[in-house]
T-cell receptor, first 115, second 116 residues
């Protein structure tokens, strides 16, 4: 079975703090894709990153970084020097290799960054 | 990429009525999906909208409650039938777009439905 778990329901930090959002996934597939999406209060889903299962290289994009570890089935997301505009619900998602755009989402983590 | 327009963006409906949500894409796409996001919850796939054939529903979702049309490669509708307050959710249209060797998922802005 495919499953994504985001154990942190809510996180609250003060601006400029670093924060890590955890994501653990389950799959028996050898090829799969992992995603992070941001959902601000307006409701739309904003794509942040896709990672292929055969590429364990970590990625940094500005204040965002992602740590993919197949050994622990984790794909964690870190925001450095958080800002109020980072306040949103963040979803981790899994897609099987042959499932096109069909995603399995985690429960989401609501991040609140206070000034 | 793909630009997805959903209508309406929000609605308040009486219980027992039905609402049809439209999803229009700015380019032809093979894959279209409908998701539901109940208040404070994650996104759950309702069905895959298939062009020219019946939609493929996920476990827990049935055609009588959520009929879906897909008349062409750029348009789909989802109807929420005989609504109850439990149907209050955000409904999102999503498309899969091939980009090189990968397929990326893009989402509409969602339809925020409140049933009273």
């Amino acid at each position: 079975a495919q499953k994504v778990t985001q154990a942190q329901t809510e996180i609250s930090v003060v601006e400029k703090e670093d924060v890590t959002l955890d994501c653990v996934y389950e799959t028996r597939d050898t090829t799969y894709y992992l995603f992070w999406y941001k959902q601000p209060p307006s409701g739309e889903l904003v794509f942040l990153i896709r990672r292929n299962s055969f590429d364990e290289q970590n990625e940094i994009s500005g204040r965002y970084s992602w740590n993919f570890q197949k050994s622990t089935s984790s794909f964690n997301f870190t925001i450095t020097a958080s800002q109020v505009v980072d306040s949103a619900v963040y979803f981790c998602a899994l897609r099987r290799y042959n499932q096109g755009g069909k995603l399995i989402f985690g429960q989401g983590t609501e991040l609140s960054v206070k000034p | 990429s793909a630009v997805i327009s959903q209508k309406p963006s929000r609605d308040i409906c009486q219980r027992g009525t039905s609402l049809t949500i439209q999803c229009q894409v700015d380019s032809q796409v093979t894959m279209m999906f409908w998701y539901r996001q109940q208040p404070g919850q994650s996104l759950t796939l309702i069905a895959t909208a298939n062009q020219g054939s019946e939609a493929t529903y996920e476990s827990g979702f049935v055609i009588d409650k959520f009929p879906i049309s897909r008349p062409n490669l750029t348009f789909s509708t989802l109807t929420v039938s005989n609504m109850s307050p439990e149907d209050s959710s955000i409904y999102l249209c999503s498309v899969g777009v091939k980009q090189g060797a990968n397929t990326e998922a893009f989402f509409g802005q969602g339809t925020r439905l409140t049933v009273v």
